[in-house]
């Protein structure tokens, strides 16, 4: 249910990516999940920003994101969850130097003052539960990479804040680059 006190409007989300095999074995996770639980299936992704839905503001970004940075290697720290519809279940990231500057590349190339802060996860699960099944859910699955790989960004038209199933599905991604080695 969508709370009618919360103001929602569309927004521009900027993903990282995992390459294979994160990817593949973070996908099978969320499959296997929504199908358990009744929930909505998502590409998997880290929101590194999230701002204003404005015109070309995501192509420079990008463009920005493309010619500064380059693939990022994570570590994972802890499986956590929340009563956030968004973090229901998810896997929680170190913050590194180069993730902060990738996000101020995209903050700054998009030129928004968004409040947004980087809180670096990548969600596995969106579904309202009972607190005592998201406790036995963190307990049951395991980060399955020690290093997770990042190779491509993408700009996400979605709702914010997503609330629901019908949110979720109506995230139409609107332009993607790959990040490149150096």
């Not at 199908?35 to 070309?56: K, L, N, S, W």
């Not at 929680?92 to 003052?113: G, Y």
């Not at 020690?146 to 019908?166: E, L, Y």
Request: proline share 5%; with cysteine.
């Amino acid at each position: 249910m969508v709370s009618p006190l919360v103001s929602r409007r569309t927004v521009t989300a900027y993903w990282l990516i995992p390459t294979e095999p994160a990817y593949c074995s973070f996908q099978g996770i969320i499959n296997d999940l929504a199908g358990r639980y009744d929930a909505p299936v998502f590409e998997p992704h880290m929101t590194i920003y999230v701002g204003a839905d404005r015109g070309d503001a995501a192509s420079r970004a990008l463009g920005d994101a493309v010619h500064e940075c380059t693939r990022i290697t994570l570590n994972p720290t802890q499986i956590d969850q929340s009563e956030e519809f968004t973090k229901t279940l998810f896997v929680e990231f170190a913050l590194t130097t180069q993730l902060r500057q990738l996000n101020e590349v995209i903050r700054n190339a998009a030129n928004d003052s968004s409040q947004y802060e980087l809180k670096p996860h990548l969600s596995l699960l969106y579904k309202k539960l009972a607190a005592e099944t998201r406790h036995d859910l963190t307990a049951s699955i395991k980060v399955p990479h020690r290093d997770v790989p990042f190779g491509a960004i993408k700009a996400v038209h979605c709702i914010s804040p997503t609330q629901s199933r019908a949110d979720v599905e109506a995230w139409r991604v609107i332009e993607a680059v790959s990040l490149c080695d150096r």
